[in-house]
């Protein structure tokens, strides 16, 4: 409009105004198409009908809300990448039913399937294709965007899984980096670096009460990592390993919610132990599972440590369930633990006897945030790397249609895509989905890690985990898989 006030337009103006600011989106042409061919040509390309539709909800909207397209300027907005697809459309459903004061950007590709979707209002379709810039720079150009999920994936268009599952995702996802990425964990032992903290920490094994087992931290540095190892006996009743830290000076970590390790385990169950005070033998502790083989980035939020001592939980009394709560601001002691006791003192019902090792990267204290890119990958990507002694492991997950075939190399695309999205620095949570059937009975969805999963799940049950992970903190940079357990009703 070369800088002409609102009420000096034109009629013509204001139509044209009206169309490159909604009718075009709807057709997946940009506004520097219209810039490069004229507004002329692209109009002609159009049709009339698209720009009186445009002309329409530009004035709707600018009349009754203050803003050109889609939600009200100031709403919170979630995309939905791949938004008419079988999981997409579910999630734009459960996103306008969860919350009546988000608003959805829908992208996708076809017209047709926009329209038959029926969306109102609270939605802002954006048409093109997920790999196009402009399209991109459309999404993640407006300041009310809080959050994505990404169900897309390469189908039986002209695009290729790398192209869509593995580039598409790492150009969202580093386009978002700068605008998302959070201030990273407080590090408390970063053993990537040679002699950082390993030197803190001294063995204490059953040996004290008369056992025999034994265990050390190994600095590994050179490979990014230290080894907790060793050999956990029953013999003479003994029964755990423990590597602890005593701290020069107390942590204060009163500002983070708890403790993130990175860490490759051996598919057994450990336990970290934090003392508040110098009471001997009273500590306040919490577990973690570990896959075989498997790095992984593990929280355990300071609300999940309970006061133990002995190996007995300390309960309280009247309201309080606990004796006592661990306090944050005043850390004495760090300690790793592998046992033949859950927390709590129950049998651990992932505890073999003998040799163990833990490789753990780093340890951190984390910040409170939420999912900020939510991704749909699938189960099996890791599988097509396995081993030999994986796969005789494992032979009915190493030999299921979708790895055998691998069409179009997709597992690798994905699982390219899922490290992208994990090495940008954004809060994510990343969801390994079975089978995907429509038709097909709600049920309770187990959630497991390792990548091991096979069967069948609801398309409506992905897309309930999708949106819920969006408002959980235990799924940041979380990477899971999920399938549907159907209850047969007895007859």
């Known amino acids: 409009n070369e800088g002409k006030e609102l009420g000096r337009l034109s009629r013509m103006e204001c139509e044209v105004m009206g169309f490159v600011t909604v009718g075009l989106p709807r057709l997946g042409i940009s506004k520097g198409e219209v810039r490069r061919k004229g507004v002329c040509d692209v109009v002609g390309l159009a049709g009339l009908p698209e720009v009186w539709s445009g002309v329409k909800e530009w004035w709707v909207g600018w009349l009754q809300n203050g803003s050109m397209t889609g939600p009200r300027s100031g709403r919170r907005e979630v995309a939905v990448v791949g938004a008419t697809g079988r999981v997409g459309r579910r999630v734009v459903k459960k996103l306008l039913e969860s919350d009546g004061d988000v608003g959805v950007v829908a992208v996708a590709r076809s017209k047709e399937k926009v329209k038959e979707m029926g969306w109102g209002r609270n939605v802002r379709v954006v048409l093109g294709d997920v790999c196009d810039e402009e399209i991109r720079k459309n999404v993640l150009g407006s300041e009310n965007l809080d959050a994505l999920v990404w169900t897309a994936s390469a189908g039986r268009g002209d695009r290729t899984p790398d192209e869509v599952d593995g580039d598409a995702v790492a150009d969202w996802a580093h386009s978002l980096a700068s605008r998302w990425r959070i201030d990273p964990p407080e590090m408390l032992f970063d053993f990537r670096v040679e002699s950082n903290g390993v030197s803190s920490f001294s063995p204490l094994d059953d040996v004290i009460m008369g056992g025999v087992s034994a265990s050390r931290l190994v600095p590994r540095a050179q490979e990014g990592y230290a080894s907790f190892e060793g050999n956990v006996s029953l013999e003479q009743n003994g029964g755990f390993c423990q590597a602890r830290a005593m701290l020069p000076s107390p942590w204060d970590l009163r500002d983070f919610e708890g403790i993130e390790l990175r860490v490759r385990g051996d598919g057994k169950r450990y336990k970290i132990n934090l003392k508040n005070t110098t009471e001997p033998e009273f500590v306040h502790q919490a577990k973690f599972d570990t896959v075989v083989n498997e790095w992984q980035t593990l929280r355990v939020p300071f609300r999940k440590f309970i006061p133990v001592k002995r190996g007995r939980v300390l309960y309280g009394e009247g309201p309080s369930l606990y004796e006592s709560q661990l306090d944050p601001s005043q850390i004495l002691s760090f300690s790793l633990v592998a046992s033949k006791l859950d927390v709590g003192g129950m049998a651990d019902p992932l505890f073999r006897p003998g040799p163990f090792q833990l490789d753990v990267a780093w340890v951190a204290a984390y910040r409170p945030s939420l999912p900020r890119f939510v991704l749909l990958s699938s189960a099996g990507v890791t599988r097509p790397s396995w081993t030999d002694e994986q796969k005789r492991a ?24 899922e490290q992208h999205l994990a090495d940008s620095g954004i809060p994510y949570a990343i969801v390994r989905s079975t089978s995907l059937r429509e038709e097909y009975p709600l049920g ?24 819920d992970c969006l408002t959980d903190p235990q799924s940041v940079n979380q990477v899971v898989e999920i399938r549907s357990v159907v209850t047969l009703p007895l007859t």
């Open 444 to 467: 309770k969805i187990q959630v497991g890690q390792g990548d091991l999963f096979t069967g069948i799940i609801a398309c409506d049950d992905v897309a309930r985990y999708l949106v």
């Open 394 to 417: 494992h032979p009915m997950e190493a030999s299921i249609p979708i790895v055998k075939l691998n069409p179009g190399n997709i597992l690798n695309a994905k699982l390219r895509g």
